[in-house]
Nanobody
């Protein structure tokens, strides 16, 4: 059973924007770190954005910093990745990822979506 579902990918021209969505409503209840990863053709999977369970962001790689913005709506259990000024190098399959940390217990299971494809033409 898939518990994270991404949407919003597509084909765009360089300089355009997309907003990806991650539906986390099927996750077991908890307080999750939420992340976006991507895998570009011929490259390793890369973390592009992350927030902790209260919405505080972590550092993003230089390749996307200032262009990609992760946000979350904990009531609706949705996570977004706003992608601005897209470049051909951003072409990849983008994956939503969730993991909770329980004080006194540790990290819980990892959850992944099946990905949404973003293609940016020159």
């Amino acid at each position: 059973q898939v518990q994270l579902v991404e949407s919003g990918g597509g084909l765009v021209h360089a300089g355009e924007s997309l907003r990806l969505s991650c539906d986390a409503s099927r996750l077991p209840l908890g307080n999750y770190f939420m992340n976006w990863f991507r895998r570009a053709p011929g490259k390793e999977r890369e973390l592009v954005a992350a927030v902790n369970e209260t919405g505080n962001p972590t550092d993003s790689p230089d390749s996307v910093r200032g262009r990609f913005i992760l946000s979350r709506d904990n009531v609706k259990r949705l996570v977004y990745l706003q992608m601005n000024n897209l470049k051909p190098e951003d072409t990849a399959v983008y994956y939503c990822h969730a993991q909770q940390f329980i004080p006194g217990i540790g990290w819980g299971p990892e959850y992944w979506g099946q990905g949404t494809r973003v293609t940016v033409s020159s």
